[in-house]
Structures are given as C-alpha cells and as structure tokens.
C-alpha cells in the first residue's frame, strides 16, 4: 500500500527525517511512536507531499504509484486521508459543507459526528474555529471517517481527548480501519488500548530507530521510556 | 425649509474629509420622469439588475416595495393585510403628510457636513420614508430599491425610517443601475430612529459600476432598549465609494450592530467604516467588517467606537483579504474612551490567503482553486449578518455568484 524508501526531508532549512523507510502492506494497521519534536509529524506532511517539506532524497510509492512529486490532491484522491494533529481554523467555512463535500451527500454527516461523539451542532460551525483540543481530534477524525481513504492517517488523535472520548473515538477509528490500512501516530499510546495494529516502529530524531509487534514496543516505552530505543540491541542503524 | 436651504449654502465647496473629492457639478441633473407602475412592469433589464441587489418582484416574498427609477417614484406600497402596521412612500409625500416628519428631517445627520449633504439638501430626488407602527412585528421584510437608468445622472435621496416603540422589522435596500450607466454620482442621506423597545435590522446592498461614485450619509438613533443592526454589502467594482455611518446608543441598554461585508475590484476606491457613540447605560455596540481587495483596489476599512457611559462595551473587528499584490486594504480601527469603566476593544487582521488554509483543505481532496474559491467564500461569510434563514439565504446566493466570480 505505502512504501517508502530512504526518505530524507527538510523543511525550513533544517533536516526533519533523515534515511527513512517504512512499508506498510494493504490492510495492515501500523503505529508510529516516537518523542515530541521526532519528526512524526514531518513525515504524514511528507507523505501528503506539503511543499513546505523538501524531499532531499528518497522516494514515496503508493498503491505502486511513485508519488514523491505528486500534488496534495493528488495523493488525497489515490486516497490518502489525514486526521491532522493541529488544523488550521477556516473562517467562515462550515464543517458541515467539508462533510458534504466528502461524503458527496451519500453518506449521513450528523449520523457520523454522532459516531464520534460530536454534537451535530459543530456542523454549522467555522471548521476548527474555537474549538478545544479533542473537539479539533475528534472533528479530523471524522473528516477522515467521511473521506474513506484507501490508507488513513491519524496524528496523535489521542492527545487532548479525555478519557470517555479516547474510548469512544478509539473504537470508531478502530472499526473503521477493519479491512483498510491505516498508520496511527500516538506519543503515549493510550488509544492502543482501543485498537488492534499489526506493526509499529519508533521515530527517534528522524530515523526509524526499531520497529517490531505493538504491544512489546509500547510496554518497553512504558517501563523506559524512549530512551530505550536509542540503546535498543535491535535497532535498525541507518544505512 | 428655507432654514436649512441657506444653511446648506454655506457648505456648498466643503470637502469631505474622507474619499477623493469629487466635483459634483459635472453630474447632470436631467432626468426624463418615469410613470408610475407596479414593479413587475418593469423592464426585464431593470428587474435583473434589482435583484442583483435582493430586490424582489414577487410580492409573497415582501411586505412592502419603495421603488426609485433616477428622480421618480415608480412604485409604494404595503401589502395590504400590513396596512396599519407599517407605511413606505416618498420621503416627499411623507412630510406633507404628517406634520412630525419634519422634526427628524437633518435631526441627526448635519446638513453642512460636507458639499455632499448640501447636495442632497438643495437638490433633493426623493427617496424614502419607512414607518413601522408602534407594537407592531412585521415579518417579512420591507423593501427599497434606488435605482439609477441614465448615464452621467446625479441622484440624491433622503431616506427616513422610524421604527416606533416595541416595533420589529427587517429593510432591505437595494442600490443599483442599469448595465448601460458607467458614471454618476449617488448620494444617499439615511437617518435612523428606532425608539424604546424596536428592533430594526437594516441590510443595504450596493451593485455601481467602475466609473460611479458614492457618498451616503447614514445616522441612527437608538432609545432605551432599542437594537440597530446594519449590514452592508458592495461586490461590485466602483470608482470611488466613502462613507462613515454612526448610531448613537443613546438610550439605556440600546444595541448597535455593523457589519460589512465589501469586495473592491478593478480600479476601486471603497473608504468604509462604521462608528457607535455608546452613551446609554448598559449600551452595547459591535462592528464587523470583512474587505476583500483584488486587482488594483485601494480599500480604507474604519472603524471608531466612543464610550461616554462608564455602563458601556463595544467591540470592532475587522479583518482584509489581499488577493492581489497590487491592491492595498488600510485597517483603521479607533477607540476613545471618555469615562472610567468604558469597556473597548478591537481586532484587525489584514493578509493573504494562508498557505496552510489551501494545504489542509488540498488535503481533503480540493484542488488548489476549490481552497482559494472556498475560502473566500467562506471570509464573505453571510452569516455574519444575523439575519433570518430566508434573508440570509438570498444574500448568500448574492455572494456565492460574486465569490464564483473572483477566482
Ligand atoms: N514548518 C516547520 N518549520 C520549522 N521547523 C519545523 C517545521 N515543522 C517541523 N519542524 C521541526 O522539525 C522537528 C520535527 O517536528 P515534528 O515533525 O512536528 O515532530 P513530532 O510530530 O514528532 O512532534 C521539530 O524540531 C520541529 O520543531
Ligand atoms: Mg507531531
């Protein structure tokens, strides 16, 4: 589905990912952990092709196709979607047109922000404009739910979201992704509790520095921290 | 009124302190008379042209219809379930009338405020006078259309409305001219009362050409209790366009509201604010404006809100979008604060499209057009105007056909 080959990105001058690779085969669900500042984010933008985020070298293929100097768009309509970890707010352009733009009025919006937990009154609102932190996860979550990509992407769409919300979005995203790919971005890992993923790998300071099954990962992060990567036996060296 | 006939004289040459000085001599004053008729009657030409600016032939959709063509009046009327409830007719007719129409002729805006007042004094076209009776809700809105069929002409109106106690009701005016007319000059003298307990929402939309000029006078004057809300919509390019209007918030706990929502094109020259004078306790004031400038249009959006009541609060925002390089928009916001207690405050914002706008929503799946037209779309936002779902709509549909326009 996603395969990436010794990507190596700057933005603002600055080298953000560096050598990196990750493949994720159609219909498996992968976690990227890592640290703030790690380059998690770089890379979903690198992958949506953002200009602001110069591919150095390296290369994106998707569904076979190498995207690596496709347009935004583009890439969206091969289909892949993004729950971003901080929107923009959009004055004056409402959530619901978003919704019904992307379902092409075949799919109920109201009855997918219910799935979400989103009162169906945030349709009528500026998108993103004023709203709390897991209002904004739980709107790009359903932004994604309506756009029903090939390959969905969440940004950390745990962080900010209280406890009764974590469970509910947890699952939607979960039965969502049944039968679809899907790469999940969580620096903590809560929502793993909600989700079942095939594979996950740690982001350290722009590289890939190990990767292996889920659970084992996120239990080592737990009792470490992200340290332990760094000393991990197995970790990848970069190339 | 010969007083302020030869009041006026004296203010004849004087400039306004705002917008390119315009001499109002190379205006012509002729204008053949138009016969009266029912507006459906009117030519189709005339008829789109007026709904380009919300003015409806279709009587269901209006409680009542003033309609101007150059310095005739072609048409007045309430539907007749409303008569007694509320009146439209000439502001001429009007004060012959009623005797009191004449204590709020020039009560709130100065005839010697500048050669355009003056203008509108010595050589007066018409216009109207809306009156909304006491206790009375009107539900669907009035109507006033201003138009203007000749090229070159002058016209100059001098609109009354008094919305008696208690009273509700929504205007909308349209101002426009025939697709022929390039240049001319329209000055439009509006003065507001809106007495204990009213509320009035008053939307005007303005539809020139690149070569006219424009220069209304507005005022209003809110008692106790009373809410003033104006909107003002121009999508349309002009030559130059300046006005300032002002509510005075003179009663306890009266409400003014200002929203603008204004696109210069071409050559445009759009000087816009919008004042509140809080003098009430518990007064309350707000103005919203959103200019848009593209091509090479200049644009000065003002604002100036004055608190004289230590019970006072008012809050101005606006914001500009730049959509071209060689265009400029000016914020000009101002806040003066003459009593302790007086709670002020204002926001402006003038810029570009943002890149991350367009990137996010190209990651929806628009294209970069789709993000721009959106966008824009979304900064004229009707909404902003608080009006009722079916008015809001019409004005709406009048933005989406400009917005589709500009990119
Ligand atoms: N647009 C940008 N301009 C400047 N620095 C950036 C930009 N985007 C990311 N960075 C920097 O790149 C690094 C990686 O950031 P990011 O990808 O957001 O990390 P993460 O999502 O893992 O927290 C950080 O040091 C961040 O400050
Ligand atoms: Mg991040």
Sequence with gaps: ?239 | MPRSKEAALRAKERSSKLGPDLDVESFSRDARPWAPCPISGLPEDILRQALSVGVRVDEGKRAGTYFQMDHSVVFQGVQRALEGKTEIMSTQEALQKYGWVGDYWWKIIDVNQDKYTTLAELKWDQGYFIRIFEGQKVDLPLQACLFISKDNLNQNVHNLIVAEPNSEVQIITGCTIHPDVKRGLHVGITEFFVKEGAKLTFTMVHNWAQDFDVRPRTAALLEDNATFVNNYVCLKPVKSLQMYPVAYCKGDNSRARFNAIFYGAGNSYLDIGSKVILQGAGSRGEVIARALASDSAQIYARGLLVGEHEDSKAHLECRGLLLSDDASIHAIPELVARVKGTELSHEAAVGKIAGDQIRYLMARGFSEEEAQSLIVRGFMDASILGLPDALESEIKKIIDITAKRIL
């Excluded at chain 1, 001058?13 to 990227?32: C, M, R, S, T, Y």
């Excluded at chain 1, 969440?154 to 900010?160: I, L, R, T, V």
């Design chain 1, 1 to 239: 589905m996603l395969k990436i080959k010794g990507l190596t990105v700057e933005t603002a001058g600055k080298k953000v990912l560096e050598n990196v690779d990750l493949e994720i085969p159609e219909g498996e669900v992968h976690v990227l952990f890592g640290p703030n500042g790690s380059g998690k984010t770089s890379l979903i933008m690198s992958i949506l092709g953002f200009p602001n985020y110069r591919v150095v070298s390296g290369e994106i293929l998707f569904k076979g196709v190498n995207i690596t100097s496709m347009p935004i768009d583009e890439r969206v309509e091969l289909g892949i979607g993004v729950a971003f970890q901080n929107p923009p707010a959009i004055r004056g352009v409402k959530l619901g047109d978003i919704l019904n733009r992307l379902t092409e009025g075949e799919v109920d919006a109201w009855k997918l922000a219910e799935s979400v937990n989103l009162p169906t009154e945030f349709l009528r609102r500026d998108l993103n404009l004023g709203f709390s932190g897991g209002e904004l996860k739980r709107s790009e979550i359903l932004q994604v739910l309506a756009q029903e990509p090939g390959l969905a992407i969440f940004d950390e769409p745990d962080s900010g979201v209280d406890v009764e919300n974590l469970e509910i979005v947890g699952k939607a995203i979960n039965s969502f992704l049944d039968g679809r790919s899907g790469l999940l971005i969580t620096h903590l890992g809560h929502i793993l509790r909600y989700i079942e993923a095939d594979e996950a790998h740690v982001l350290i300071n722009g590289s890939i520095a190990c990767s292996g099954k889920p659970i084992k990962i996120l239990s080592q992060i737990m009792k470490e921290g992200y340290r332990w990567c760094e000393r991990c036996p197995e970790a990848r060296k970069p190339r």
